[in-house]
């Protein structure tokens, strides 16, 4: 690691490191047990802090929630001033901070930098969104009355996130709940902890240099025993969880028993139609990078090519073809396409759904395996994979977090391709490849694609702030990041002024005293 700077990217972000791989003390969050943040890149041991205790966890909450009196009076404008420095900040540590996700979480230091372009972007987003918080004005039909709406800070958001998105699913939320008045406790992957401690200094500096309580960001760290100190605590009034739908499940059921909101981001399943009238080469380049980009651990990984028996071969083998090509290794190194995975627990599914894919009948045509030797040491490097399959196989319906593409043949009209792209439990991305109107604005519309995502040339990964965010099903139904995702952190007021001197009442109702 030494030679791609990672001590000092480390030492740029305030994470403690001496270069053997152990940190020397104040990365300290807690005093819960020890976690251990490993590289998938090399297998060292990068840093390991103390996780958040139930009394950690009390003390951290009542901090937010005294911050929370404070930050709600800030005019929303001058707390997007706030957000506009710590977007500075992103600007001025892009390098470190996407080295830092690089290493810690495996993904190419590109993609790295691209997280932290997301977080810089959400931050411009929500500098404008600070002036724009609005609420509509309605006609009253009592006279002399005037009637509106407007938004009001909500309180403490808890955000739970997944290790593949380390630092920018933080920022779409935190970015636009600081700006709504909110103050946030944010709880990162146990997987990706030092990418929290990264951001949480940021944050706490943009705070201290503007005499603001630190309890506008808060970090806890652990596992989902700390998740479930959130999602259970009725003090927290929105938890937006990101993860598995799994996990989707037990925190909406949590959050619902005590009456809470929940924003909902889980897994998905996504799919590209291919049909007759795509253009080839942009195909291959959207299903490539799609399915191998991140390794496969991308929410919008592409894991399904649905294509019409016309082309159907013509596309296997170009697609072939492309990932014979593929450098695996290393991510900091930039001549790689693939790094690893994000740690051996994460090989096992890979290589499970490599043989179920076989037992259910599929056919393999990019053999799958892990790597080894020098360079792949810390044995979480795997070859991404290609199966035929069907749709209806009980593996093509699950979301594997792998570099692991199905290939599924339709015939006939879209109408049968679509059937196979809805057929699955989770709604989140979708693309067609078409230069045929007709084919896209079908794909485009209520008979179409049923995600939260439908893209037309274009692949399913790779989303840009400002549209709003999420899947549909058991995607959860969230929205994050744009168009009018703020909402969700605000608490809606009607409000109904009588500037006459009678007191008439709705509908007409008569009250004589
Ligand atoms: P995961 O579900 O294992 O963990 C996600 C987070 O939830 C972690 O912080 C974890 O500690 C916490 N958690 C787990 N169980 C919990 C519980 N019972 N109560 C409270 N918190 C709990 O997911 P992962 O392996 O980190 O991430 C991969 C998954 O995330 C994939 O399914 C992927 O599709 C999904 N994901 C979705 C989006 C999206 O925007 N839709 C984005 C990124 C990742």
Redesign the pocket.
């Known amino acids: 690691a030494a030679e791609f700077g990672i001590g000092d990217a480390l030492n740029a972000l305030g994470i403690k490191y001496n270069n053997k791989g152990s940190s020397t003390g104040s990365n300290n969050f807690g005093s819960g047990h020890t976690l251990a943040s490993h590289s998938p890149v090399d297998g060292a041991l990068i840093a390991k802090m103390d996780t958040t205790s139930k009394e950690d966890y009390e003390k951290v909450v009542s901090t937010a929630t005294s911050a929370f009196k404070t930050w709600r009076t800030v005019p929303a404008p001058q707390r997007g001033e706030v957000v506009r420095q710590f977007g500075n900040k992103l600007r001025e540590l892009k390098n470190p901070l996407g080295k830092l996700v690089s290493y810690e979480m495996g993904k190419s230091y590109q993609e790295g930098l691209g997280e932290v372009q997301e977080m810089i972007d959400i931050c411009d987003f929500a500098v404008g969104l600070s002036r724009q918080l609005h609420g509509l004005t309605m006609h009253s039909e009592r006279p002399g009355h005037r009637m509106y709406e407007q938004y009001h800070p909500l309180g403490v958001v808890g955000i739970?996130?997944?290790?593949?998105?380390p630092v920018a699913?933080w920022a779409w939320n935190t970015a636009l709940a600081w700006v709504c008045g909110d103050v946030c406790i944010w709880?990162?992957?146990?997987?990706t902890p030092l990418c929290g401690v990264a951001c949480q200094n940021i944050a706490a500096g943009v705070l201290r240099d503007n005499d603001l309580p630190e309890g506008i960001s808060c970090l806890v760290t652990?596992?989902?025993k700390?998740?479930?100190y959130?999602?259970q605590d009725s003090r927290i009034p929105l938890i937006s969880?990101?993860?598995?739908?799994?996990?989707?499940k037990?925190?909406a059921q949590?959050v619902a028993a005590r009456l809470g909101k929940s924003l909902l981001?889980?897994?998905?399943n996504n799919a590209i139609i291919v049909t007759p009238d795509a253009d080839i080469k942009m195909t291959v380049i959207g299903a490539v990078f799609g399915a191998v980009g991140t390794c496969g651990?991308?929410?919008?990984s592409t894991r399904r090519l649905i294509i019409h028996e016309s082309i159907y071969g013509k596309v296997k083998n170009a697609i072939v073809e492309a990932y014979n090509q593929l450098r695996i290794g290393n991510p900091l190194d930039e001549n790689n396409h693939v790094g690893p995975l994000?740690d051996q627990d994460a090989v096992k599914p890979y290589l499970k759904a490599l043989k179920q894919v076989v037992a259910e009948g599929g056919k393999i045509v990019v053999e799958g395996g892990v790597l080894e030797g020098t360079g792949y040491e810390s044995g979480c490097y795997v070859k991404p994979a290609m199966a035929e399959a069907e749709a209806n196989y009980e593996i093509v319906q699950q979301?594997t977090?792998a570099p692991i593409l199905y290939l599924l043949k339709y015939s006939g009209d879209l109408e049968n391709a679509l059937t196979i792209q809805n057929g699955v439990v989770q709604g989140?991305s979708s693309a067609i490849m078409t230069n045929n109107l007709r084919e896209a604005e079908h794909f485009l519309s209520v008979r179409g694609s049923d995600c939260g995502i439908a893209n037309v040339n274009i692949g399913t990964s790779g989303a840009e702030i400002g549209g709003a965010?999420?899947?549909e099903k058991e995607?959860?139904g969230?929205r994050?990041s744009g168009s009018d995702a703020w909402k969700i952190y605000m608490r809606r007021q009607t409000n109904t002024i009588n500037y006459t001197t009678e007191l008439p009442l709705a509908q007409g109702i008569k009250f004589n005293l």
């Not at 981001?265 to 998905?268: D, I, K, M, N, S």
């Open positions: 739970i996130s997944a290790f593949n998105f699913v709880k990162p992957s146990e997987k652990g596992d989902y700390v998740g479930e959130m999602s969880a990101t993860g598995s739908i799994r996990m989707g037990i925190v949590a981001e889980l897994g998905g651990q991308r929410c919008t994000i979301e977090f989140l965010f999420g899947g995607t959860g969230g994050e």
